[in-house]
């Protein structure tokens, strides 16, 4: 397995720290809102990772968190919390828009095939979700380290990290802190006895600006809620024990979200959090960054709503490198449906006795395979991993089809490695089958108005219906 390593800004052969298993974290929903194409790429992006590792021959124990405290609306300690907001927006208790938008991103994952965490069961929700509000604890233990360690300080609002106390903070986008001063704009620091500009908050108090907040909890320093960052740290260390091996999330965490969990790992504990940095490109439409003002921010009910099938989108994905720009337009979209359908088409004719089935060599589907993971193991080259999937496809020759059983193996191959639901596809109708078959006794007869209206009648139902050199052969024009 080669991955692109942000931390050594190159593709780099994986060797996880015990062999034959990987240990996997990805930051995940905040959860006031739903997730737009941009985060669903991120999602597909780790899923697919997680597949590519498993077919490699790695364990995979994967935690991700769902922010439900703490997420202030700049990255940066500014502003709002995002629940607080969002539940002010909806007449709702932030418990109660945390669990709806929770719900809603469970739901997208399902749809996306996305695979859920592996390495924590919640007692409290019963899913494999790590809230941040399920460690509050180990969060203030870090906080406790931190402190102990004199990484941190504490003002009236806050108690913050002290980036200038940590000579690596930073390192992962190669900035230097002095850089960073530089580049700072001006921003409103809200709080005046905050050392420097970029020290963070890891626990904010009930007071000032956040008296009213909801979600509070007593700590040794007073009531209070975790910083953003932090949750992450502790739940890893909670769930997997750092260092990991590999640590994910879009580009827009370079900048600070993760120098931040770096830094607060490093300093409470002595070591790095994790040793691969792996992060995905941004989502364009139209050429243009989306925002909330252009209203391009699309959900996947935005996509559904349209009549696009959510593979489409999963295929949509995977059909651009994850650290390229990804230009989401409607046609683009379209076209991946329908190259999705071809690829149902394919596998559809699992159950199309009457054409010539052939049967494979013994060694060709493993083979095949084999190719594909090969693809997806260098750096995830899904676009190559499709390339010999269509090359593969193609060659079946018109009016011939492949032994059920290779079919089977086949496709349920596919769908481990890019789970676009190629396996398991159902049978055409008993009454569909004797259409077909009485369009057939009309074309021997050469009643040709009678086998044009069968074949309307047929198309009318979603079944395109073409003549190959061994028979009739039937394809969905829908799903
Ligand atoms: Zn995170």
New binding site residues.
């Given amino acids: 397995m080669r991955l692109y390593n942000t931390l050594h800004r190159q593709v780099q052969n994986f060797k996880p720290q015990q062999p034959k298993t990987a240990t996997l974290y990805t930051?995940g929903p905040t959860v006031y809102n739903y997730y737009h194409i941009g985060n669903l790429r991120n999602a597909v992006f780790n899923d697919t990772l997680r597949r590519a590792l498993t077919a490699t021959g790695y364990e995979v124990k994967h935690t991700m968190?769902i922010t439900d405290v703490g997420h202030l609306v700049s990255d940066a300690d500014e502003g709002e919390d995002k629940l607080e907001k969002g539940a002010a927006r909806e007449g709702k208790t932030v418990w109660e828009v945390a669990e709806h938008y929770t719900d809603a991103f469970k739901q997208d994952m399902a749809a996306l095939n996305v695979q859920a965490p592996n390495s924590y069961k919640s007692p409290k929700y019963h899913d494999t979700y790590a809230r941040a509000t399920e460690f509050i604890d180990e969060q203030i233990k870090m906080v406790e380290a931190l402190l102990e360690k004199g990484y941190a300080y504490q003002t009236e609002q806050a108690i913050y990290f002290d980036v200038t106390k940590l000579a690596s903070y930073g390192e992962l986008s190669g900035q230097k802190l002095a850089d960073k001063e530089v580049a700072a704009r001006d921003e409103v620091v809200t709080d005046k006895e905050k050392h420097h500009p970029y020290d963070f908050a890891v626990w904010f108090f009930t007071v000032g600006r956040y008296k009213d907040h909801t979600m509070h909890w007593p700590s040794p320093w007073g009531q209070g809620f975790p910083g953003w960052h932090l949750e992450?740290s502790a739940i890893i260390h909670g769930t997997l024990g750092d260092p990991i091996d590999i640590h994910t999330?879009g580009v827009d965490?370079i900048g600070t979200?993760h120098p931040n969990?770096m830094a607060q790992t490093e300093a409470a504990f002595g070591h790095p959090l994790a040793n691969y940095w792996i992060h995905n490109e941004f989502i364009l439409v139209d050429n243009t960054k989306m925002s909330k003002s252009k209203n391009n921010s699309y959900t996947l009910k935005d996509i559904t709503d349209k009549g696009f099938h959510p593979l489409a989108l999963r295929l949509l994905y995977l059909q651009a490198h994850y650290r390229s720009e990804l230009n989401f337009t409607w046609e683009s979209l379209e076209a991946a449906q329908n190259t999705l359908l071809n690829l149902y088409g394919w596998a559809d004719l699992k159950h199309q006795a009457n054409l010539a089935a052939v049967r494979l060599p013994d060694d060709e589907i493993d083979k095949f395979l084999e190719s594909v993971t090969t693809a997806l193991a260098d750096d995830l080259g899904t676009t190559e991993a499709l390339a010999i999937l269509f090359r593969y496809v193609s060659k079946l020759a018109p009016g011939m089809t492949l032994d059920a059983e290779d079919f089977d193996r086949l496709t349920a191959g596919l769908d481990e490695l890019l789970a676009l639901n190629l396996s398991g596809r159902p049978d055409i109708t008993a009454p569909q089958k004797v259409l077909i078959a009485e369009r057939e006794t009309a074309r021997d007869a050469r009643d040709w108005p009678a086998s044009d209206k069968l074949r309307s009648q047929l198309a009318k139902q979603g079944l395109e219906v073409s003549d190959t050199p061994n028979g009739p052969r039937w394809r969905r024009s829908s799903f």
């Fill in positions: 930051c968190n992450c999330g965490h979200h969990e």
